[in-house]
């Protein structure tokens, strides 16, 4: 079970993963809880999704589940994986992987209009693969993005079935690879402003002898707009004068080659999990120590691997950009439109009730019994041309038992034998 971003997988949830493959769960003491507890969880999107997006749980082998549901909605979501029709995968990615891609097509907010993007650009590039390659989308070189992670070699489909193929976390390591382990949502702290101890020896300094310090402060601030983000921090250390200058004049500066590198910053909705980091008002007019942190997110291994999945994410928006053009979905009334158009309008309507985004577009879901409900859920589905609901399982808790059902009238069999339910 992979990311189909940063093709890393995800772990078994130790609480809900009740009999996970053994296979499936990381090697004793190479993970730190934190690291444990963002593996176990993804974003899944697409036509595949009841309510369009879903903050999942991995349950191992083949299934992911949502474990906290809209209390308005109340049933149990499981997600079937990888398809065993047409050597395809449900997209899913890890948390930070999907605010990223959400970021580069800019659509963070989940607005209509951002949402059907979404759908047009993921239908530009097609359903992730299955079988050896499950989760790997086609035509996104992967390996090419700096500094050229290559996880190939470390699949292997030690379990002959759908959502099979293992991951060998020790041998990442060997390969040089263990900082990929770090979590990417952890951001540096952002100090408001310059500690007095970094300027202590720097204001009573004057310009220097040389070609560039004596430059007059605006004809310096000038030229560094123009350095990219090594050469800013190089030239802010080579004299004390220049440090000054840096710290105080450049912090403008570097503030814009911070929200000008797109990985650095957290997204909307990782805003309000970064407090702790001071980092939950900043804006791209914020005061603070810029270059403090310009410098920190540079070194911090999170942060490089946030660095490396915004170039996955820039990699996966360049053949959605190619493919876009020539797949036909952006020409109103062509088929390749009215399928993205069929599917989003049908879920829109779910979607807004589940995540609470509005009024359910004037669908209705009739809330009075959990028979009902499940009905009308299925119900939708057959309306969408969907015979059956394999990827998508609806339970129902806990008028009746843990039974998935894939149609209308074998929910109602089952639910007529117990006694919920009567066909008058």
Not at 117 to 141: C, H, M, S, T
Not at 148 to 153: F, M, N, P, W, Y
Request: hydrophobic residues 40%.
């Amino acid at each position: 079970m992979s990311c189909c971003v940063c093709r890393l997988p995800f772990l078994p949830h130790r609480k809900y993963a009740r009999q996970p493959l053994q296979a499936h769960l990381p090697p004793l003491g190479l993970f730190s809880e934190s690291q444990k507890a963002y593996f176990e969880r993804g974003l899944g999107f697409g036509e595949f999704i009841y309510a369009i997006y879903l903050d999942f749980i991995y349950l191992s082998d083949n299934y992911f589940a949502v474990e906290n549901v809209n209390p308005k909605m109340p049933v149990l979501l499981q997600l079937v994986w990888e398809l065993p029709a047409g050597d395809v995968a449900c997209p899913v990615m890890h948390h930070t992987c999907m605010n990223l891609f959400r970021r580069i097509f800019d659509a963070e907010e989940n607005t209509y209009d951002n949402l059907k993007k979404l759908a047009r650009f993921q239908y530009a590039i097609g359903r992730p693969q299955g079988g050896k390659d499950a989760g790997r989308w086609r035509n996104v070189q992967y390996e090419m993005v700096e500094p050229k992670v290559d996880t190939r070699a470390l699949w292997s489909p030690s379990y002959q079935r759908l959502g099979g193929m293992v991951f060998d976390w020790k041998a990442l390591k060997g390969l040089g690879y263990e900082w990929l382990m770090q979590r990417p949502d952890v951001f540096p702290r952002f100090f408001t402003k310059v500690s007095p101890e970094r300027m202590k020896h720097l204001a009573a300094t004057a310009a220097g002898n040389d070609i560039l310090s004596r430059q007059p402060p605006d004809v310096l601030r000038h030229i560094a707009r123009f350095l990219d983000v090594r050469s800013l921090t190089r030239v802010s250390a080579t004299c004390r004068y220049l440090r000054f200058l840096a710290l105080s004049d450049w912090q403008a500066v570097a503030r814009k080659a911070v929200f000008g590198l797109g990985w650095a910053t957290p997204t909307l909705s990782e805003y309000a999990e970064s407090k702790d980091s001071g980092l939950a008002s900043i804006s791209a007019t914020s005061e603070g120590d810029w270059l403090l942190y310009l410098g920190h997110v540079h070194r911090t291994k999170g942060m490089r691997v946030r660095r490396w999945i915004w170039g996955l994410c820039e990699e996966i928006k360049r053949v959605a950009d190619a493919n876009i053009v020539t797949c036909g979905v952006l020409d109103e009334g062509s088929p390749d439109w009215a399928v993205v158009e069929k599917w989003f309008e049908e879920k829109w309507g779910l979607c807004q009730l589940y995540h609470g985004l509005g009024d359910g577009g004037g669908q209705t879901i009739r809330m009075d019994s959990q028979a009902h409900f499940e009905e009308d859920v299925m119900k939708a589905h057959v309306q969408a041309g969907h015979e059956s609901v394999s990827t998508q399982q609806v339970i129902v808790p806990p008028a009746v038992d843990r039974v998935v059902h894939n149609d209308v009238a074998s929910f109602r069999r089952d639910l007529a034998r117990q006694g919920v339910y009567s066909e008058s």
